[in-house]
C-alpha cells in the first residue's frame, strides 16, 4: 500500500513548474523564450547561439541562471524578473489538489528553480496559495540550483527540515537524486515513468497521488 511508505512523512516538499501545474499548462514555453532573449541581450549572441546557450547551460548546471553566474558573472535578480514575465491567465484552479494538500499531516513547502515571487504568482493562479507553510526560491539557496545537493541542505537547514522525515514531489528526474540520498520519499510527477534507484514512485496525476495517502 502506498500510504505505508509515507506514514512516517512530516514535512512535504512540491516542486512548483510541470508538479503543482500540468505540463499541458505550457509555462515553459514562454519562459524559455523570455530566458534565450535575455541571454542573447546579455551576451551579445544570436537567437541560435542564445537558445543553445540556454539549454546547454541547464544541462551543465541545473539551471540557465547557474550557467550564466558561473561563466558570464551575470546579476541573477534582473535575470529572474524578466524570465518569469509570464501570463498566468490561463492556468486553471485546482481546488482538489488543495484539498488533498490541505490534508497532509505535518509542515508543507514549495521549493523551486524559480524565484519567490514567481512562484507566488503561480500559486495563487492555481488557487493554492496560503496553503503552504513556506515557499522558496533559488534565491534562499543564494542561487545555487537544485540538483546541488547544497542547494537542498541550504533550504532545508532555513526552514528546519529534516530530511528523514520528508517526501520530495518533482517532474525533474535529476532533482530527485539528492533528496533520496538524505533519506527522503521521492516522487517522480510527470506523463511517463522513469526507472532509477533514487526514484521511489511515480504519478502523471499528483492530485490522485495524495488522495491515497490521506
Not at 169 to 185: I, K, Y
Request: negative net charge; aromatic residues 10%.
Amino acid at each position: 500500500m502506498v500510504a505505508a511508505s509515507f506514514s512516517h512523512v512530516r514535512a512535504w516538499v512540491f516542486d512548483l513548474d510541470n508538479t503543482l501545474y500540468p505540463p499541458s499548462a505550457r509555462l515553459f514555453d514562454q519562459i524559455e523564450v523570455r530566458m534565450t532573449a535575455y541571454v542573447q541581450d546579455a551576451l551579445g549572441v544570436d537567437a541560435r547561439e542564445a537558445d543553445f546557450l540556454r539549454d546547454h547551460y541547464w544541462r551543465k548546471y541545473g539551471t540557465t541562471l547557474a550557467g550564466l553566474m558561473s561563466e558570464h558573472n551575470v546579476d541573477p535578480a534582473p535575470y529572474l524578473g524578466a524570465v518569469h514575465d509570464i501570463d498566468l491567465s490561463h492556468l486553471a484552479r485546482a481546488p482538489n489538489l488543495a484539498a488533498h494538500i490541505r490534508a497532509l499531516p505535518g509542515r508543507c513547502i514549495v521549493y523551486t528553480n524559480g524565484s519567490e515571487p514567481y512562484a507566488q504568482r503561480v500559486l495563487k493562479a492555481r488557487g493554492l496559495d496560503g496553503l503552504f507553510d513556506a515557499v522558496y526560491g533559488v534565491e534562499h539557496a543564494d542561487f545555487r540550483p537544485k540538483p546541488e545537493q547544497a542547494a537542498f541542505e541550504a533550504i532545508f537547514a532555513l526552514d528546519g527540515l529534516d530530511a528523514t522525515m520528508g517526501a520530495m514531489f518533482e517532474d525533474d528526474t535529476r532533482n530527485l537524486a539528492a533528496p533520496h540520498a538524505m533519506g527522503m520519499q521521492t516522487v517522480h510527477v510527470a506523463p511517463a515513468p522513469f526507472v532509477a534507484d533514487h526514484i521511489h514512485h511515480h504519478t502523471d496525476d499528483l492530485t490522485a497521488f495524495l488522495s491515497q495517502l490521506v
